[in-house]
């Protein structure tokens, strides 16, 4: 799902977050990710985690994906665009 939106054209960063059993993911600068194919990728692959999808005109794209329960540390990591998109 991480490669999706990058891979729709745009450059924008993602960042990565785990708090609280869930992963928050947060992609901008996407705007050709929000709509059409992209956008419908993303959507059943947030729905078959049980997550959750939020698509914004201005191209950020966030989903919220549930994680099994158990110790792990809550931190946030920027993901620059991979060079072979």
């Known amino acids: 799902m991480v490669e999706a939106a990058p891979c729709a054209g745009d450059r924008g960063p993602a960042r990565l977050r785990r708090r609280r059993g869930a992963l928050h993911l947060t992609v901008t600068g996407v705007r050709l990710a929000v709509p059409g194919p992209v956008a419908e990728r993303l959507r059943v692959q947030a729905t078959a985690a049980d997550g959750r999808l939020t698509l914004e005109p201005a191209g950020t794209v966030r989903v919220l994906l549930p994680l099994p329960a158990g110790p792990g540390p ?4 920027e993901v620059s665009p ?4």
């Open 74 to 77: 809550a931190h946030a990591r």
């Open 82 to 85: 991979s060079p072979h998109v």
